[in-house]
């Protein structure tokens, strides 16, 4: 059973602001609470890898995505392995004006299993919900 979650966001930070936040994956240690460890394996112009770790109380688990990006506009990202069926991800950056955006984010993913959606389920679930606001809120930490 396949998970969508749309998340959206209006900031009064330069859409690239918040691109390179996003695609800053090695800092989200830093302010995502749920994410224990995040490393980037391979990086470009228009591409990364990166691994993600998630924890909470005594599960964890890490994945892998291939990130697609264009530079201050969209991130995408497809997972290469992790405990998911499948999972995909979309990231926009929206100008609005010199000063503003629109941030939207498009997930869905598959856990691989019901075990794996039982254990782990709960954890991602909140994690994906709340995830536009975790950066909503690092932006103004970092821009005031």
């Known amino acids: 059973m396949t998970t969508h979650i749309q998340r959206s966001a209006l900031l009064p930070y330069p859409a690239q602001a918040l691109y390179d936040l996003v695609n800053d994956v090695a800092r989200y240690p830093e302010f995502l609470p749920w994410c224990s460890e995040a490393e980037v394996l391979e990086s470009s112009a228009v591409h990364m890898r990166a691994s993600v770790g998630v924890a909470k109380g005594g599960l964890s688990q890490h994945f892998v995505t ?10 995408e990202m497809h997972l290469e392995e992790g405990p998911f069926n499948q999972l995909h991800g979309v990231w926009v950056f929206k100008p609005l004006g010199e000063k503003a955006c629109k941030i939207s984010l498009d997930l869905s993913f598959d856990y691989a299993g019901p075990i794996v959606r039982a254990t782990l389920g709960p954890l991602f ?7 536009v606001d975790a950066f909503c809120q690092r932006a103004k930490q970092l821009h005031g």
């Open 66 to 75: 291939r990130n697609t990006l264009v530079v201050g506009s969209s991130i």
């Open 125 to 131: 679930n909140q994690a994906a919900n709340t995830l």
